[in-house]
């Protein structure tokens, strides 16, 4: 039954045996040393130890301000970044449709026809 329940796991049949052993075992004592060196075999066996972790990069365009950026979700803060009006370019300009952007009033219609280059 317990071998059953740690079926999906990498481990050692010597181990399982081991833990089975110990969990069936009505003596405290010979339990408690058969879980020790279930332990020991599992240590033992062990693939691989981490001893540090890749850092992840980003970057962004310098025009790009970026409020905060969290390292579990960069794009958390994503709706406060912002390009300053003086160095928005036309693709900048256009938004997106249903957003308002700050210090833009322009209808989003305009705003469209304005970065096309035309009215409509």
């Known amino acids: 039954m317990a071998a059953a329940r740690r079926a999906g796991r990498k481990a050692d049949r010597t181990a399982t045996a081991a833990i089975d052993s110990a969990t069936a075992s009505t003596d405290p004592a010979k339990s408690r040393a058969t879980f020790r060196r279930a332990y020991e075999i599992i240590l033992n066996?062990?693939?691989?130890?981490?001893?540090?972790?890749?850092?992840?990069?980003?970057?962004?365009?310098?025009?790009?301000?970026?409020?905060?950026?969290?390292?579990?979700?960069?794009?958390?803060?994503?709706?406060?970044?912002?390009?300053?009006?003086?160095?928005?370019?036309?693709?900048?300009?256009?938004?997106?449709?249903?957003?308002?952007?700050?210090?833009?009033?322009?209808?989003?219609?305009?705003?469209?026809?304005?970065a096309a280059g035309g009215a409509r």
């Open 45 to 114: 066996d062990a693939p691989a130890v981490w001893l540090y972790e890749l850092r992840q990069m980003a970057g962004a365009h310098k025009r790009i301000r970026i409020t905060g950026m969290r390292a579990d979700a960069w794009w958390a803060g994503l709706p406060d970044w912002s390009i300053p009006e003086g160095e928005r370019i036309a693709r900048d300009r256009i938004g997106l449709p249903g957003a308002s952007q700050v210090g833009d009033r322009q209808p989003e219609n305009k705003r469209v026809a304005n």
